[in-house]
């Protein structure tokens, strides 16, 4: 092949690739600094090789020196752009100041000047009308004095920011954020190597098409490195804030779950919980930070509390699954934070709770007794008249539905009001206690025995007939004969008879027999009892049937 022709090819090929790299690196720049100076970096390239191809097709003359002269400010603009990105790289928050893009821009200004006043001074290059090969009809540049200076500053500055990537490379621990600066580091490189080769081998066949071709070879790196890495995406954020300044501790893991990535803070944990460990964690499966975890078949989200030195740590662990563009899974986070004082907190609520449930329990106790004491007569601790009443409502209406009798005793104790004016009203308080306690132990499972007032009692008999209900009114009556209250005074007093005891009367009233309200079946008991009071006391009385 005509190597002029191929040439020719590959200066329209770098022209096409670096434009469409330099497009493609505009829409995928988002608010990441790095992406203009990216941007600048592949529009320059694309200048520097659409003006070499003019001028290999140019004869000597003012369009050739404008060529040259537009070729070393692409130059120049390639090497002023690429300090900017090394440094929006490296450091996330840098921002060009104004007195920094006036010392870049004093570079490609005095090349064009130097370009433009070559031809009387001949210091940046001389002119070589005989011809060289193929590649170069009408003659050849032999660089000059300025050149070789132009040369020199832009490799030294390309070289230097090269070293400063490759110095934050060498710290970089993310798989990732290592392919993307090694794209950076060889896309300034390439073309430097083309241009050193053409100055040191000019008469090499290949030596003016290794620029075109390594500048083809640049922009494909970096069209690779903008939409397969994601270099605007992820590098130009502040990593620094994000990852190394945060108090909890991170770990990136490949698909294996070993550790290619780790932040300062993960790096004092690791060291904490393993110190026998490598200072290098990279590389090391991440069941080794985690003693633990060493069996675990999976890494998954738990809670830690590991007893260290006499105190015991309480780690939160949290694993995310990291995935690329495609939605596949290229790795795990893990989040390991410090939950002590979360822990605290969790135990002083605890506390509270359980003294707020302590105390809820009291009070339901309380109210419980409070509920009980609403319907519990002082004295005697048996039902009083509010709960009688009450029952015997929810009796009447369960025997009018289940067709069932239901049967009200009435008993009041005989002469009870001699016996608070012979021995005084705390034997008479005595013997309404003794006498409710005779009824309590005398009747059924179900029954209800109630104060109604004074030395009144009612016992409520569900489905009791009114014979059954008069032959345990008598067994009652019975008991209650038996009872005896101790009157004697304390120490020192003269009354000497000892005992007190007596009789009650009762009234017996049968549903529906007696009546069919609670009130008509009470007026039907206290008839019975006041006709047993008239006959003698100290006997049972049915009421009769109405």
């Known amino acids: 092949m005509d190597l002029s022709l191929a040439y020719l090819g590959l200066c329209v090929t770098a022209v096409a690739v670096a434009l469409s790299a330099g497009v493609r690196?505009?829409?995928?720049?988002?608010?990441?600094?790095?992406?203009?100076?990216?941007?600048?970096?592949?529009?320059?390239?694309?200048?520097?090789?659409?003006?070499?191809?003019?001028?290999?097709?140019?004869?000597?003359?003012?369009?050739?020196?404008?060529?040259?002269?537009?070729?070393?400010?692409?130059?120049?603009?390639?090497?002023?752009?690429?300090?900017?990105?090394?440094?929006?790289?490296?450091?996330?928050?840098?921002?060009?100041?104004?007195?920094?893009?006036?010392?870049?821009?004093?570079?490609?200004?005095?090349?064009?000047?130097?370009?433009?006043?070559?031809?009387?001074?001949?210091?940046?290059?001389?002119y070589h009308p005989i011809a060289r090969g193929d590649l170069a009809p009408w003659g050849s540049w032999q660089p000059g004095p300025l050149l070789w200076l132009h040369l020199g500053y832009g490799y030294a500055m390309i070289i230097g920011c090269c070293l400063v990537l490759t110095t934050h490379?060498?710290?970089?621990?993310?798989?990732?954020?290592?392919r993307q600066l090694a794209s950076v580091v060889v896309t300034a490189l390439l073309p430097v190597t083309?241009?050193?080769?053409?100055?040191?081998?000019?008469?090499?066949?290949?030596?003016?098409?290794a620029t075109p071709l390594l500048i083809v070879v640049a922009c494909l790196v970096h069209y690779h490195g903008v939409l397969r890495l994601g270099r605007l995406r992820l590098l130009p954020?502040?990593?620094?804030?994000?990852?190394?300044?945060v108090g909890d501790a991170i770990f990136v893991l490949d698909r294996n779950e070993q550790?290619?990535?780790?932040?300062?803070?993960?790096?004092?944990?690791?060291?904490?919980?393993?110190?026998?460990?490598?200072?290098?964690?990279?590389?090391?499966?991440?069941?080794?930070?985690?003693?633990?975890?060493?069996?675990?078949?999976?890494?998954?989200?738990?809670?830690?509390?590991?007893?260290?030195?006499?105190?015991?740590?309480?780690?939160?662990?949290?694993?995310s699954d990291l995935t690329d563009g495609n939605s596949r899974t290229v790795g795990r986070a893990v989040v390991v934070r410090d939950i002590a004082e979360l822990h605290e907190?969790?135990?002083?609520?605890?506390?509270?709770?359980?003294?707020?449930?302590?105390?809820?329990?009291?009070?339901?106790?309380?109210r419980h007794d409070l509920a009980e004491l609403a319907v519990r007569d002082d004295l005697t601790g048996l039902h009083n008249r509010r709960y009688l009443l009450g029952e015997l409502q929810?009796?009447?209406?369960?025997?009018?539905?289940?067709?069932?009798?239901?049967?009200?005793?009435?008993?009041?104790?005989?002469?009870?009001?001699n016996v608070n004016d012979r021995h005084g009203h705390a034997v008479g308080d005595a013997l309404l206690v003794a006498t409710a306690r005779a009824l309590v132990d005398c009747v059924r499972v179900g029954d209800t025995v109630a104060r109604y007032g004074g030395e009144e009692f009612v016992v409520l008999l569900p489905g009791t007939?009114?014979?059954?209900?008069?032959?345990?009114?008598?067994?009652?009556?019975?008991?209650?004969?038996?009872?005896?209250?101790?009157?004697?005074?304390?120490?020192?007093?003269?009354?000497?008879?000892?005992?007190?005891?007596?009789?009650?009367?009762?009234?017996?009233?049968?549903?529906?027999?007696?009546?069919?309200?609670?009130?008509?079946?009470?007026?039907s008991a206290d008839e019975a009892l006041y006709a047993a009071k008239r006959a003698g006391r100290d006997r049972v009385v049915c009421s009769p049937l109405t």
Do not use: Y
Not at 345 to 366: P, W
């Open 394 to 417: 929810v009796l009447l209406d369960a025997a009018r539905s289940g067709a069932r009798p239901l049967s009200v005793m009435l008993l009041d104790i005989d002469h009870f009001k």
């Open 237 to 245: 954020v502040a990593r620094a804030l994000v990852l190394e300044h």
């Open 194 to 209: 083309g241009t050193v080769v053409t100055l040191l081998r000019p008469s090499a066949p290949l030596a003016r098409t």
């Open 25 to 126: 690196a505009v829409q995928h720049r988002g608010t990441a600094r790095a992406g203009v100076p990216l941007a600048v970096i592949l529009f320059s390239l694309a200048v520097w090789s659409a003006l070499l191809l003019v001028q290999s097709v140019t004869p000597p003359g003012p369009l050739q020196t404008a060529a040259v002269a537009g070729r070393l400010l692409a130059a120049a603009s390639v090497v002023a752009a690429f300090f900017c990105e090394s440094r929006a790289l490296v450091d996330g928050n840098w921002r060009l100041r104004r007195r920094t893009a006036a010392l870049l821009a004093v570079h490609p200004v005095a090349l064009v000047v130097a370009a433009l006043t070559n031809p009387w001074h001949h210091a940046l290059a001389t």
């Open 259 to 319: 550790v290619v990535d780790v932040n300062p803070a993960g790096r004092r944990l690791a060291a904490r919980l393993q110190p026998d460990l490598p200072r290098g964690l990279l590389g090391l499966p991440a069941r080794l930070l985690l003693p633990h975890r060493r069996n675990a078949a999976v890494l998954e989200d738990c809670e830690l509390h590991l007893d260290q030195d006499g105190r015991t740590l309480h780690l939160d662990l949290r694993v």
């Open 345 to 366: 907190q969790r135990q002083r609520l605890a506390a509270v709770n359980q003294r707020l449930m302590d105390q809820l329990q009291v009070i339901d106790a309380l």
């Open 465 to 523: 007939s009114r014979e059954e209900a008069h032959h345990l009114a008598e067994v009652l009556r019975l008991r209650c004969a038996t009872v005896r209250v101790d009157t004697r005074p304390a120490a020192g007093g003269d009354d000497t008879t000892g005992w007190v005891a007596t009789t009650v009367s009762a009234g017996v009233a049968t549903f529906p027999v007696c009546g069919w309200t609670a009130a008509e079946l009470l007026q």
């Open 169 to 178: 490379l060498l710290q970089a621990s993310s798989e990732l954020q290592l």
